[in-house]
């Protein structure tokens, strides 16, 4: 069952890999495909868990957010 869902995979220069769902705007990281996309179910679940909730999303904890 699809969910219609577009996500970018990004292999990055280290090795690791991000994830980017592009309906919600959330993205995720991991050191496999398979990490980052499940990182990414995770946060994209909890973003809409909050935003059903009517509360703030969680602060982002990555480093490409940092200024």
Do not use: C, H
């Amino acid at each position: 069952m699809s969910t219609g869902r577009e996500i970018r995979l990004i292999e990055e220069y280290d090795g690791g890999w991000s994830a980017i769902d592009d309906g919600t705007g959330v993205a995720s990281q991991g050191e496999t495909r398979r990490e980052a996309l499940d990182n990414l179910d995770e946060a994209v679940e909890l973003t809409k868990e909050e935003r059903e909730a009517d509360t703030d999303a969680p602060e982002p904890d990555a480093p490409w957010f940092e200024a």
